[in-house]
Every structure is written in C-alpha cells, then in structure tokens.
C-alpha cells in the first residue's frame, strides 16, 4: 500500500520560503513519477510541480515557474518543493501524490493527506 507522508507547511510572510517534504512508502519510490498539487479554499486542485523518477525531467505551472524547485532523492524515498518568494496566493494545502507520467495532472492516482501553507502579507 502506497503511503505519502508530508510536512514542512507552516505560516510565512509574503516573500519568505518553505521547504516541503514528502516522505513515501509501500513501492519502489525511485521507478515512480513524483508530484506536488495544491488545493486553496473554494478552488480546484491544482497541479504545481512533477518530477520523473531520476530526477532529469521536471514539469512547474506558471504560476509557481521560477519561484518553487521540485526535487528527489531516491536513496531516501522523499521529495521536495522548495518555495521561494512566496505569495498570498500560494496559501493552500499541498498535497504530495504519485502517479504514471511526470507531467500530466491525469495521470497521478495516490495522494498524502497534505500540509498547510499559508502565507501572510
């Protein structure tokens, strides 16, 4: 059974950073795409960061490109998002998932249980 376990999310002032974690369990983590979604109050989920399973390829959203780093390590079964410059608009719950292809919302189908993020201006 997958598990993915995250954390890392906290209260931060606008143009302050947060790391996130995500820590997973239950299947060869480094043959598996990784992702980060957010979810906001009143808003879909949205898709924000995918890397492949050896770290090489990486997919952002607009809305985060520049400003947040997906990243893995396979030895450990984590992966990262690192977000700089952050943004009242970045305040959600970040969800952590994994899936078949790294860059295709679609195509992820296990889920953490998420961290808060919320960011003050």
């Known amino acids: 059974q997958v598990q993915l376990v995250e954390s890392g999310g906290g209260l931060v002032q606008a143009g302050g950073s947060l790391r996130l974690s995500c820590a997973a369990s239950?299947?060869?983590?480094?043959?598996?795409?990784m992702g980060w979604f957010r979810q906001a109050p009143g808003k879909g989920r949205e898709f924000v960061a995918g890397i492949n399973w050896s770290g090489k390829s990486t997919y952002y959203s607009d809305s985060v490109k520049g400003r947040f780093t997906i990243s893995r390590d396979n030895a450990k079964n984590t992966v990262h998002l690192q977000m700089n410059s952050l943004k009242p608009e970045d305040t959600a719950v970040y969800y952590c998932a994994t899936g078949s292809s790294y860059d295709r919302a679609s195509a992820y189908n296990y889920w953490g249980q998420g961290t808060q993020v919320t960011v003050s201006s």
């Open positions: 239950g299947r060869t983590f480094s043959r598996y795409p």
